[in-house]
């Protein structure tokens, strides 16, 4: 019974092939782009920050933060992006600015602490391994500092966000997955033409299949790790090049994210020693893959971009 609804499974997707290809590259499209074409309704539920049971406010200085940022990145559709207060340490974004629904940034309540008042931080409580962080302790201290930003830092960190959602990049980031797949059974559909297995034993059809499947899944991780990183350099760099002062700010946002990643090493035990290096760079899931672009190599790239800025104006 299994082997005959096997077989009819077969003959109906050869006949269909072209459409099931279709609809799975729309599909996985669709899932890839879903928070970013409805950020409201998933991306902002995900994230948001909660206090005392409602939904956290952010502080009208972060607000006209927002909209200093927004002005300086040049952002013609200033309505096409809203602000909101974010449950992470660094603001994260989603949305597609020329969609209906805009898009989203999210910015951390502790990027309302400065170095006099750490208001941002100590009125929230952090968790790790079950244990309260204590913000007296030597370590508590060590991540205040690490989660406390300039105003520089803080416009930097918010630049990339938009620079990266203006760009286009949720869109290309989404199409990796779909053009795989479709290259993946192309390929199949051209190799065995090729080596004259359209009509030829089943096992070595089947064999085919594992093997370019196999290739197709390959290709997918590298593409996705190749595009991840560039998009990630590309919203660092314009961001940084915005103005010395942005440029700065960044350098000293990822020196901060280093020093808080280290701290949480150190508090995390084996768990942190697992997620992150010794530089304070997040570890690959797969020892085949990048995934993360390690904040080691942004710092060094913004860097440069500082002291080319620098050079420049030394040079007028």
């Not at 020329?98 to 409580?125: M, Q, R, Y």
């Amino acid at each position: 019974m299994a082997v005959r609804f096997l077989w009819k499974a077969s003959v109906w997707f050869k006949k269909h092939k072209i459409a099931v290809l279709a609809v799975s590259c729309m599909g996985l499209l669709g899932t890839n782009l879903s928070y970013h074409v409805f950020p409201e309704q998933t991306f902002r539920l995900l994230h948001e920050c909660w206090s005392e049971g409602q939904p956290a406010e952010l502080s009208e200085q972060l607000c006209g933060v927002f909209q200093d940022v927004l002005q300086d990145a040049a952002v013609k559709s200033t309505g096409s992006y809203r602000a909101f207060a974010a449950s992470s340490f660094h603001p994260v974004s989603a949305g597609i600015p020329w969609l209906p629904e805009g898009c989203l940034v999210g910015i951390p309540p502790n990027f309302d602490s400065t170095a006099e008042d750490k208001k941002g931080i100590v009125n929230h409580v952090v968790v790790i391994n079950g244990k309260e962080v204590d913000w007296e302790s030597s370590e508590g201290v060590a991540l205040k500092e690490a989660l406390t930003f300039s105003l520089k830092a803080q416009k930097f960190a918010i630049a990339r966000e938009v620079v990266y959602l203006q760009s286009g990049s949720p869109l290309a980031s989404a199409v990796v997955a779909p053009t795989c797949l479709a290259g993946t059974v192309v390929c199949g559909s051209a190799l065995k033409l090729l080596l004259g297995l359209s009509r030829g034993p089943v096992i070595l059809r089947g064999l085919c299949n594992l093997v370019t499947a196999m290739g197709g899944l390959l290709c997918y991780y590298v593409s996705s790790d190749a595009i991840t990183h560039h998009l990630d350099c590309r919203a660092d760099s314009r961001a940084a090049r915005l103005s010395k002062d942005y440029a700065s700010g960044g350098l000293e946002f990822y020196d901060k994210i280093l020093s808080r990643n280290r701290i949480f090493r150190g508090l995390m035990g084996k768990e942190g020693m697992k997620m992150y290096a010794p530089s304070g760079n997040l570890f690959p899931r797969h020892w085949f893959r990048l995934k993360y672009t390690p904040y080691t190599y942004r710092r060094t790239l913004i860097l440069n971009v500082l002291r080319e800025l620098q050079a420049s104006d030394g040079s007028a």
